[in-house]
């Protein structure tokens, strides 16, 4: 009985083995013929993955006639590969040597990988010149070879680096890195067939593999093309003012921004140290950063406007208000001067702007309260994002206006303590400039999909801060400024509104270094109905001690272009 019954389970253990088997088999059937051309599609793709091939959306600048400029797109490169168990390990030195020679990689490095014995591509060397791969070609070695790879090619070079970003990696897949090749990932990118077939593995294959499930097919979305607000030429321009004024300054950081104040659209963004998207692996990390919206500075009297703008809106002051200058306040102890240390006697409001007063606007801080002055601030758009179309901004900081300390508004009034970024300055004067609105910058003008459809970006009014009126007269006082104290940035034939800022740079103790300071100009033309809106800054700039003096021709340089450019009509009588 019990030698029948283990017969028996015998027979039952080894039924279950052929019915497994019978599956198994019809599994592979399946596999090996049915389902041949998916699989093989699947191991096409993982070849493509290898070579880099890549499907991703062209970005352009623009121009005033609406022109395009292509700056951004896929190019088709060389690169160098080895299969280290196609080499022996004798041949290893020799044939390092002559492909390092070829390529200029170290022989040591490709010792190395030949070492591992990987029955895989190993790639030694990307974007090889036509002469490389020919040497390499050349080398006719079975181990040894070139293929070719899609890769992002930026045309222009170093031009709106900071704007465009570059096409990095992330972990193992591509993807956009800083600036619209970031923030546009998606719609540069789109889905892609390449991006839905995952790697099969073993755990992946043997579910797969019982489970008898199909896999589903997934539609593709073509990458859209992406045309940026930024113009060519007024880009091309004001980086090479920029070049020019860092090296006459003795300075390795400064930006410029050109923004048109009626829409917030982004003319032109430049910023130092920059970087060559064709070869960002060279680049330090500090030049991928755009400081425009990715680093903050206390702005020191360039903020004195928007002081005078609260003063205004609240009707506490109007530009003929007249207030008489001590030369020096002391408050909780601290004695606080103006600029020059001296006193100026009796002074309209307009005047405190002309002659950069800081007891003046602490004057206009007193009438308004420090909460109504807190609040003024956040409205025109400080202490947060502007939500502009770059990754990575910053919001600022105000912090201090919340420490219920008397003194830290007083300076805040003439923009120490508080810290902004060149972009949130250049909106709020762009406030100014626009009778009050503000507007939320942007970088992209639109999108276009590969059906001819386009998505527009569409100009938005975030908030309107002050009145119209109050916009007109802090217009006017701005050109007063100019007319009055700045002599370098004057253009015959036009109102031109200005104002400087040289702010100290704070320390890591709490205080300020000595001798040290930023420079910034902000001003917009005409004065009145202005077509663009421009920021200057300049870190640490050496041989001038004012921005007044550093940086008001190179402002009155970028206006004279851009009047010449957009055909600005004369405001004054030449």
């Known amino acids: 009985m019990v030698k029948r019954a283990a017969t028996l389970r015998v027979h039952i253990f080894i039924g279950i083995v052929l019915i497994a088997f019978g599956f198994i088999g019809q599994r592979l059937f399946t596999l090996a013929y049915r389902e041949h051309d998916r699989y093989a599609k699947t191991a096409a793709v993982q070849t493509e993955r290898a070579a880099s091939i890549l499907a991703r959306g062209s970005i352009y600048l623009t121009d005033k006639n609406g022109n395009t400029h292509l700056a951004a797109t896929n190019k088709k490169f060389p690169l160098a590969y080895i299969v280290p168990t196609r080499i022996s390990i004798e041949e290893s030195p020799d044939i390092a040597q002559k492909l390092g020679s070829v390529i200029g990689v170290a022989p040591g490095e490709i010792v190395q990988a030949i070492a591992t014995r990987r029955d895989a591509v190993r790639v030694i060397g990307l974007r090889l010149t036509p002469e490389q791969a020919i040497g390499v070609e050349r080398m006719d070695h079975r181990g040894v070879n070139v293929m070719y790879e899609t890769d992002r090619f930026y045309p222009t070079d170093t031009l709106a680096a900071d704007v465009l970003g570059f096409l990095g990696y992330d972990e193992n897949s591509r993807r956009g890195q800083y600036g619209v090749e970031s923030s546009y990932e998606p ?32 539609a593709t979305v073509e990458p859209g093309d992406i045309v940026l607000t930024i113009d060519k030429n007024v880009q091309t321009f004001i980086e090479e003012i920029l070049d020019t004024t860092l090296r006459g300054l003795q300075s390795s950081n400064g930006s410029i921004i050109v923004q048109d104040p009626t829409t917030g659209k982004i003319i032109a963004m430049a910023d130092r140290p920059s970087f060559n998207p064709n070869t960002y692996r060279d680049a330090s ?6 400081s425009n919206v990715q680093a903050i500075f206390e702005p ?17 002051i109007t530009p003929t208000t007249t207030y008489y200058d001590p030369g020096v306040v002391e408050v909780s102890g601290f004695p606080i001067k103006n600029y020059d240390g001296q006193a100026h006697g009796t002074n309209t409001m307009t005047q405190v702007l002309e002659k950069s007063l800081n007891t003046g606007v602490m004057f206009v801080e007193n009438l308004i309260g420090d909460e109504k002055f807190r609040d003024y601030i956040i409205n025109m758009g400080f202490g947060q994002r502007t939500n502009i179309d770059l990754p990575g901004e910053i919001n600022g900081d105000i912090t ?46 639109n999108v276009l999909q590969k059906n ?11 908030g ?14 701005l050109i007063s400024v100019v007319d009055k104290g700045f002599d370098k940035a004057r253009i015959k034939g036009y109102d031109v509104a200005g104002k400087t800022g040289t702010a100290q740079i704070p320390d890591s103790k709490g205080g300020y270094l000595e001798d040290e300071f930023i420079h910034n100009f902000l001003g917009f033309v005409p004065g009145h109905g202005a077509r663009f809106v421009v920021m200057i800054k300049v870190d640490r700039p050496k041989g001038v001690t004012f921005a007044a003096d550093s940086l008001s021709p190179v402002f009155r340089e970028i206006s004279q272009f851009l009047i010449q450019y957009y055909n600005v009509p004369p405001t004054r009588k030449l």
């Open 285 to 290: 990390t500090e030049a991928f950063l755009n």
């Open 187 to 218: 719609q540069l990118s789109g889905v892609r067939s390449a991006d839905i077939v995952e790697r099969i593995g073993v755990w992946d294959l043997f579910a797969h593999f019982w489970s008898g499930t199909e896999q589903k097919d997934v």
């Open 452 to 462: 001819g459809d386009q998505i527009m970006t569409q100009p938005e009014v975030v």
């Open 300 to 316: 020191g009297s360039s903020f004195k406007p928007i002081t005078m703008a609260a003063g205004l809106d609240s009707k506490k």
């Open 400 to 445: 201090n206006l919340y420490s219920g300390r008397k003194i830290n508004h007083l300076t805040a009034s003439f923009g120490q303590g508080i810290a902004v970024t060149p972009l949130q300055l250049i909106t709020a004067y762009s406030a100014i400039a626009n009778g009050g609105k503000l507007m939320r910058p942007f970088i992209v003008e």
């Open 464 to 477: 309107i801060p002050m009145s119209e009126k109050t916009a007109y007269q802090l217009q006017s006082m």
